[in-house]
């Protein structure tokens, strides 16, 4: 056997290596987690070659790419043992052709042991998209208004042994206006999906998972329209938190922050929170009075989180749960009990 299929990418050897070598501008914009890049071509010799595909013809873009990949032969053996001591790779490019075929030559005269993906990323691509539209785990969401504390609580229920997804996470943004302060840069929505896909299936087929209640764009990316969809129609367990511990839990998460970002998140809000309410914000915010400024951005925020429940087309199962002063942990413990005894749809 010289090739694999995408459903067979993650049964890769612990002394296999997975090389994508597709230009690094390819690998930037999305690659399977654990692929490590051996490009081919850079990316302005990718770029060359098909120009004169589409300018020229096959033949003589063949013929500068065997130039560009003649001259750096030993280089390409030379990174592949840096990477992959054990000689033991697999290979992909983009649609498994030329590129993954050439290097997989290459490579077993070198002595390495060489498999290439059928279809290449295109077909990982596809495979991993089809499979997160399917109804594979028991979604539970938990959902509640801004500062209702989801993160914390997430976190408890995954320490109690349950399973959790943390989408922001993964998204590098906490989903509003605000949400990239503290944040690395967000990945491209390629990413997102993948990274997110790599998550979603290190949990066991049929357990249940936990996730945050959001809108389908987290900050810049977004969740994986078959994955939304499932999302729409699982149980939500909205938490109700008391306004006076909502305001409070904003403050400690957020006045930390340069209050020119505070403001710049703010004037990102203007259109839909108003001048007056605009002005009101900043002036809390210069008096730090960041309480009343957080009473402010929740005015907005109630009601654009309504409105997202109102939208989506659920399994009539929406379940209120109030909490007053309890613990994450506390909190936690209780959403189990109610998952456990309300929640099947």
């Not at 989903?175 to 302060?181: D, K, Q």
């Not at 290190?202 to 939304?228: C, H, M, N, Q, T």
């Amino acid at each position: 056997m010289s090739s694999f299929k995408a459903s067979a990418i993650w049964e890769i050897g612990q002394d296999e290596v997975f090389l994508d070598v597709r230009t690094p501008a390819e690998y930037e914009r999305g690659h399977i987690p654990r692929a490590l890049n051996l490009p081919l071509f850079s990316n302005e010799e990718r770029a060359e070659v098909g120009t004169l595909y589409k300018q020229v013809n096959p033949e003589v873009a063949f013929l500068k790419g065997l130039e560009f990949a003649g001259a750096k032969m030993r280089w390409y053996v030379e990174e592949a043992l840096r990477l992959a001591p054990a000689k033991k790779v697999r290979l992909h490019c983009w649609r498994g052709g030329q590129r993954s075929g050439s290097l997989a030559w290459l490579l077993r005269q070198a002595g390495f042991e060489v498999l290439t993906l059928e279809g290449g990323y295109k077909a990982y691509r596809q495979h991993i998209l089809e499979k997160m539209a399917a109804p594979w785990h028991q979604l539970v969401i938990l959902g509640g208004y801004t500062g209702s504390g989801k993160t914390g609580i997430l976190q408890a229920i995954q320490s109690a042994g349950e399973y959790v997804v943390d989408l922001e996470a993964l998204a590098h943004h906490k989903g509003s206006s605000f949400g990239a302060l503290g944040e690395q840069p967000q990945p491209t929505i390629e990413q997102f999906e993948n990274d997110l896909f790599e998550a979603l299936r290190k949990i066991p087929a049929g357990a249940r998972l936990w996730l945050e209640d959001e809108s389908r764009s987290i900050g810049k990316v977004y969740l994986p329209d078959g994955f939304w969809q499932l999302m729409c129609q699982t149980p939500i367990i909205k938490i109700e938190v008391p306004l006076r511990r909502r305001v409070q839990q904003l403050v400690e998460g957020y006045a930390a922050y340069p209050k020119s970002d505070l403001i710049d998140a703010f004037t990102r809000l203007q259109k839909r929170l108003g001048g007056q309410h605009l002005k009101a914000a900043i002036e809390a915010l210069d008096a730090d009075d960041y309480g009343r400024a957080a009473e402010i951005a929740l005015v907005y925020y109630d009601k654009a989180y309504q409105h997202s429940i109102d939208r989506k087309t659920r399994c009539p199962l929406i379940l209120p749960h109030h909490v007053e002063e309890q613990s994450a942990e506390e909190i936690a413990a209780e959403l189990i009990d109610l998952a456990n005894s309300r929640i099947s749809c």
